[in-house]
């Protein structure tokens, strides 16, 4: 498995971050991404790259809930230490919060394609109570193989079907689905196994039967189970398609 989305460098696995990676291994994880959030977060981030090389990948972004009035500032910061990044992330957009700065969350997204364009990068992109101005985005700035993963995603499948028109996009796919109030599962069961990957979002986000307490990528498992239950399929078919959809998308190999 590949968890497509943690941040392992969060200060909530400070404590046992060695065991936590000890056990994403014993369950099968193989590989994660690490995406960024801001400058204050950058040397932890650096730190757990090193701690834990070839399992452990880089996405340099900005987070749309860090842009304010000084995001050129921060978005200099990104662009200069994309070397090594797999991926522009996370990137995107949030009203949920706030929408003070929506005006500016759209110039870095737009700026942090354009670094996804020129580096041939995928994008790893957030969208909270923003899909309008998403869609917007997204087709302004598209671009011949843009590409990337819909983070967390919460949409419609009539707004994930808009979105690749655009560019060509995977669902990203978390504890949410495993929730018993979750509209995410109709909308998963719309698409093909090809159209996703597994990610954690940990620490936050936990799947049943951990919701409420500290996710971690050994918990991408109960995703891929729940995924497997509504696609009535094994798990290992899930595991199987998903894993390739993000050694593709991330590292170019192909079956």
Not at 7 to 24: I, N, S
Not at 35 to 54: H, N
Request: glycine share 6%.
């Amino acid at each position: 498995m590949i968890d497509t989305h943690v941040h392992l460098y969060d200060q909530a696995f400070d404590t046992d971050r060695d065991l936590v990676v000890e056990r994403a291994k014993n369950t099968g994880v193989r590989h994660c991404i690490l995406p960024a959030i801001d400058k204050s977060s950058f040397r932890a981030q650096q730190e757990c790259l090193a701690r834990y090389p070839w399992f452990c990948h880089k996405a340099s972004g900005l987070h749309p809930t860090s842009v304010n009035t000084d995001f050129r500032k921060e978005l200099d910061f990104a662009y200069s230490n994309l070397e090594g990044a797999v991926a522009i992330g996370e990137v995107g957009l949030d009203g949920y919060w706030s929408r003070e700065f929506m005006e500016e969350q759209i110039l870095a997204l737009e700026e942090q394609v354009q670094w996804a364009r020129e580096k041939d990068l995928p994008l790893i992109i957030h969208s909270r109570s923003s899909f309008p101005e998403l869609l917007s985005t997204l087709k302004k700035c598209r671009y011949p193989g843009m590409r990337g993963i819909l983070h967390a995603w919460s949409g419609s499948a009539e707004v994930f079907r808009e979105a690749n028109r655009y560019g060509h996009f995977l669902m990203g796919i978390g504890g949410v689905i495993t929730y018993s109030n979750a509209r995410l599962a109709g909308v998963v069961q719309e698409f093909d196994l090809a159209q996703i990957v597994l990610e954690t979002d940990a620490p936050w986000l936990s799947p049943v039967p951990f919701r409420g307490k500290r996710n971690e990528s050994a918990y991408l498992k109960y995703i891929a189970e729940k995924l497997a239950q509504l696609k009535d399929v094994s798990a290992e078919k899930v595991v199987g398609q998903t894993t390739q959809n993000a050694l593709s998308l991330f590292f170019g190999v192909k079956k």
